[in-house]
């Protein structure tokens, strides 16, 4: 049991050059967190800690976004936070680790506004409509996410780890998520539930790609409600039974 101290797999209150041995692990887990502090390790509270690691994030966030990820360093990250560069080292390892904590923040946000249990409710159309919607609207309203997945594709090509982690930690879980959603919703009998959740995913990513990211409304303008309603007509269509 770790009581007041807390080990967290994105933030691990470590203040020094060292990580956490598993031998100090498990004294903490054991109820001794005493006896890592007298060897060096200053540890936090969780709220403490959780605190100091969204200041971190939000600066990092600032940073990133306004210099990009090779323009960016930990001074300054530790700089805009209003924390020391040690803190910002006992939460993060290095830039790739933040940058990594950053899009896993922002991916479990989006994940929490898909739940497979809600989206089970209702009719086919209801459930294709609502997942589209929800879409389109953090497309649209979020522009963190938005400003984000500009710079992930823009430093892409230099660094591509960038954009692995990003497909690791957000496309990944999504189409996993709309899969089971469509593979396991009574209404709907999709022949192949993945390929549906990639189509569906494609749309609003390219949409927003020609529209948003590439500034292409003027040249193509598009409304959003047209292509949701025709992915509904489609997949409800194509389900064996038809619309239900």
């Known amino acids: ?17 060292n990580d956490l041995s598993s031998g100090m692990v ?20 969780p709220h403490a800690s959780t605190t100091k690691a969204e200041m971190i994030l939000s600066g990092a966030m600032q940073e990133f976004l306004e210099n990009g990820y090779a323009g960016t360093s930990m001074d300054r990250v530790a700089a805009t ?27 479990a946000e989006k994940m929490a506004l898909i739940s497979s249990e809600q989206m089970m409710e209702g009719t086919a159309e209801q459930v294709i ?22 710079l992930i594709i823009g ?23 709309l899969t089971a959603i469509l593979t396991h919703h009574p209404a709907l009998q999709v022949a192949d539930p993945e390929a549906t959740a990639r189509i569906i995913m494609g749309a609003m990513v390219h949409y927003k790609l020609t529209q948003e990211i590439l500034h292409g409304q003027a040249i193509i303008p598009f409304e959003s409600d047209r292509i949701v309603q025709s992915l509904v007509d489609l997949i409800c269509r194509s389900s064996r039974g038809g619309v239900k």
């Not at 409509?129 to 500009?150: A, K, M, N, P, V």
């Open 1 to 17: 049991m770790l009581g007041w101290y807390q080990i967290h797999p994105l933030f691990i209150p470590v203040f020094g050059p």
């Open 26 to 45: 498990q004294k903490i887990q054991q109820g001794e967190p005493h006896q890592a502090e007298s060897e060096g390790y200053q540890l936090s509270t």
């Open 81 to 107: 936070a209003g924390v020391s560069k040690a803190t910002v080292y006992s939460h993060f390892n290095d830039k790739e680790g933040l940058f990594a904590a950053l899009v896993r923040k922002m991916a």
């Open 129 to 150: 409509t609502q997942i589209l919607r929800i879409g389109f609207d953090q497309l649209q309203e979020d522009e963190r996410y938005l400003s984000l997945i500009r």
């Open 155 to 177: 430093e892409s090509g230099r660094f591509p780890r960038l954009a692995q982690l990003f497909v690791n930690n957000v496309s990944k879980p999504g189409i996993e998520r």
